[in-house]
């Protein structure tokens, strides 16, 4: 067996045992709170991280729209160079940040914080500034990431994706989401063909 092909196995045990970590250590009143608020949100879910934590926010802000929970991922970087403005008072802000260090998001606290938007934190820093300005804090378990370096986000992408996912399956389920429901928004690809056929 290679190195590489050892530390690809590796990696996936990694993985696995992050998911796992999450219903062991995951907050439950937290996780509640998580779905009750996004559910609830009268206008846009604005989904924001900068990096990895940006494509996180990119990929639930689809799923979401996928199951017609209004969401769009809001660009940190954009935002404070004037797309701020598109945001409402009936909005909500889900801002993904795994270190919970980001100056691109610090810099929209004083204009979300002045227009009183929530703010729902993502991140596996308990400690973080931001958790200071959030309405809800979901602190994700630490995890060991799993490439050499232990530095890249590696396992700590896959566990915060699983929230992501965890949250639209509760979702589905308070909305009673049905095949019906996807078809009208999803005809194309192979998902479109899938329903289409039966």
Known sequence: MTKAWQAATRC???YRDAIQTLSEDLSRDNWQQCLQKIESCQG?????GVGTSGIVARKFAHMLASIKVPAIYFNP???VHGELGIITRNDIVIMFT?????TELDAM???LSAQQIPIILITENAQAPLTAWSDLTVVLPNTQESD????LATTSIIQ???LCDSICIGLMIRSNYQEQDLLEIHPGGAVGIKLFSK
């Open 109 to 111: 606290i004083p204009y």
């Open 160 to 162: 915060a994706l699983s």
């Open 77 to 79: 970087t954009d935002a």
């Open 44 to 48: 846009n879910r604005l989904i924001t």
């Open 148 to 151: 050499p370096l232990a530095t």
């Open 98 to 102: 795994r270190g919970g260090y980001s």
């Open 12 to 14: 996936w045990t990694m």
